[in-house]
């Protein structure tokens, strides 16, 4: 699924000859309370919520989706995120500033704001509900669940994973890596 368009170019900020694959949109979603994350999800318009923010890179634009139930962690860390992405051209996107889009009901269009319905194929038809919509509290609690981080052991010439950090119970620290 998604966009499937999606090219392998040389960096040329990179003085490693690094591969960077560029995709043509890309929809970040910034979740959380405590402990805020930034995800890649589909870039389309069904997967905006109203709960969180989101922001839409492509090359020549940026915009900062923010859903009218999302907090002000979740709005700070977006304008912290769109702000790097601007200033120091990162992601691919090469663009003249960012568009701020506030999700309201009954808000006329601004012809800024028809290129992010554009590349998401239309505004959604219904929106959805916050209750189908996990709470921050929620979705932080089954990311700490579900991260895990295995280690490759390799025995002469088998080699296995090995389950190295299991710690539900809290965010992973960088030292564990």
């Not at 006329?108 to 319905?117: H, L, N, Q």
Request: proline share 4%; glycine share 8%.
């Amino acid at each position: 699924p998604g966009s499937g368009n999606r090219s392998v170019v040389e960096d040329p900020t990179s003085s490693y000859g690094v591969q960077v694959t560029q995709h043509p949109h890309m929809l970040l979603m910034i979740k959380g309370r405590r402990h805020v994350q930034t995800r890649i999800v589909e870039p389309m318009a069904s997967s905006l919520n109203p709960g969180d923010v989101f922001i839409l890179v492509s090359a020549k634009e940026l915009f900062i989706w923010l859903g009218k139930e999302a907090n002000v962690i979740e709005k700070a860390r977006a304008n912290d995120i769109v702000t790097r992405i601007y200033q120091k051209r990162e992601l691919g996107c090469r663009c003249n500033g960012f568009t701020r889009i506030e999700d309201e009901n009954n808000k006329e269009i601004f012809k800024k704001e028809e290129s992010f319905w554009e590349i998401l194929k239309g505004k959604p038809e219904s929106k959805k509900a916050i209750g189908l919509v996990p709470s921050d509290e929620s979705y932080e609690k089954g990311v700490v669940m579900a991260t895990k981080i295995y280690q490759y052991i390799c025995d002469g010439d088998v080699g296995k994973f090995v389950l190295f950090h299991n710690e539900q119970s809290q965010m992973l620290k960088i030292s564990i890596l």
